[in-house]
């Protein structure tokens, strides 16, 4: 049986859970939010993903109802919802701080709103019994937020914001006070919970790493403005702009003036030392118009020997070589003084590496290997 793929955005009948219409937020003169549209599906794991500054928490507060909109509307299930209080909203957040109430148990805290909201005591308990599972912190339900690590107190936030089964779920940076290890199986721990309830969850991250591994699709803002919106492959293998190519992951960005070379194939002229690069695009470019190459380290090959069959290839020296374990990145001067960064995968002993500093070597790559750049 073949899995379906989830992508109801790319369903003209599926209506959005989430819809931002044109939403300004001005803090007096400033504008945080600025004329954004947006629309997030029921069951999404959907990132905002930007600096810090870029308007992600801002967005993510009006949908909780903690700021208001100054222009536009947000609409959540069909519904306006400039007006409803955050505590009739459908939404829950989980704060960066997890805000934990240090004096009850774990059990009292994920029950704490199901309480206030005057549930029957036998829902509540199995309710706070299903919470529990859900986060594997059955063993821990007496201990109070103090008696438990970092990662558990997180486990417990975010099983009191699901307790409410919330349409939507809010986490603001919620893996900020984890460990690099922890963080990742977090991560992971976060998408089976999500898939598990269902639930839709908007996470703000200035973390590409965590907004590439958790999220169905990535919103990579900045200045108030969302500047691509797409699954995190696209965005990695198809940025729109240099800023998204460069925000996400490590690029190289080779600037020059594109002539047609055939059907979707172009020349970069780009330093008058070297060969024009090849590059092929389904973005149309004018004669000599101004082109950005955007190419991913792993892409490019390194060799002491001049390749036979690549389209683009240049000589240059090593400069630098960082060393990461599974990775190796290659710094390449060329004559020109441009760097260019390859990777290889390190699957030889480090010792039996045979480039390195200083040593002259070939860098090479495919027409199709990056993307031609307008701006």
């Not at 149309?284 to 001049?306: D, T, V």
Request: charged share 25%; with cysteine; aromatic share 8%.
């Amino acid at each position: 049986m073949s899995q379906t793929v989830f992508a109801p955005w790319e369903d003209p009948n599926e209506k959005p859970l989430i819809r931002f219409r044109n939403v300004t937020k001005r803090f007096g003169e400033f504008v945080a939010i600025d004329d954004l549209t947006l629309d997030i599906y029921a069951q999404e794991f959907f990132a905002l993903l930007g600096p810090s500054g870029c308007g992600k928490t801002t967005m993510m507060r009006m949908l909780a109802g903690f700021e208001t909109v100054t222009e536009g509307v947000i609409e959540l299930a069909g519904q306006d919802i400039g007006q409803v209080p955050p505590n009739e909203r459908a939404v829950n957040m989980m704060f960066q701080s997890y805000a934990l109430f240090p004096h009850l148990s774990v059990w009292e805290n994920i029950a704490f709103g199901l309480k206030r909201d005057k549930k029957a005591k036998p829902e509540i308990d199995a309710r706070v019994e299903e919470m529990l599972k859900l986060v594997r912190l059955e063993k821990f339900a007496q201990r109070k937020p103090h008696q438990i690590s970092g990662g558990q107190r997180q486990r417990v936030a975010l099983a009191r914001s699901l307790a409410k089964a919330p349409k939507l779920l809010l986490l603001d940076e919620p893996l900020g006070a984890l460990d690099k290890k922890l963080r990742q199986d977090t991560q992971f721990e976060l998408m089976d919970i999500q898939e598990t309830t269902g639930t839709t969850f908007v996470i703000v991250t200035h973390d590409q790493e965590e907004a590439m591994t958790v999220a169905s699709r990535v919103a990579v803002m900045d200045e108030g403005r969302v500047i691509q919106v797409a699954t995190p492959a696209s965005i990695y293998e198809y940025p729109n702009s240099v800023y998204v190519a460069d925000f996400i992951g490590d690029v190289n960005i080779i600037e020059g003036h594109a002539s047609a070379s055939g059907t979707e194939k172009y020349k970069l002229n780009w330093v008058d030392s070297q060969a024009p690069i090849i590059a092929t695009s389904q973005t149309s470019f004018a004669e000599g118009q101004k082109a950005h190459l955007a190419i991913r380290p792993e892409k490019i090959r390194i060799s002491s020997e001049k390749p036979e069959d690549a389209e683009n290839a240049m000589q240059g020296k090593v400069l630098d070589i960082a060393y990461l374990g599974n990775l190796s990145t290659y710094h390449v001067e060329l004559p020109g003084g441009q760097v260019i960064k390859a990777q290889t995968a390190n699957t030889r002993r480090i010792a039996r590496r045979d480039i390195t500093w200083e040593d002259p070597v070939w860098i090479s790559w495919n027409a199709t290997a990056g993307v031609m750049l307008e701006q």
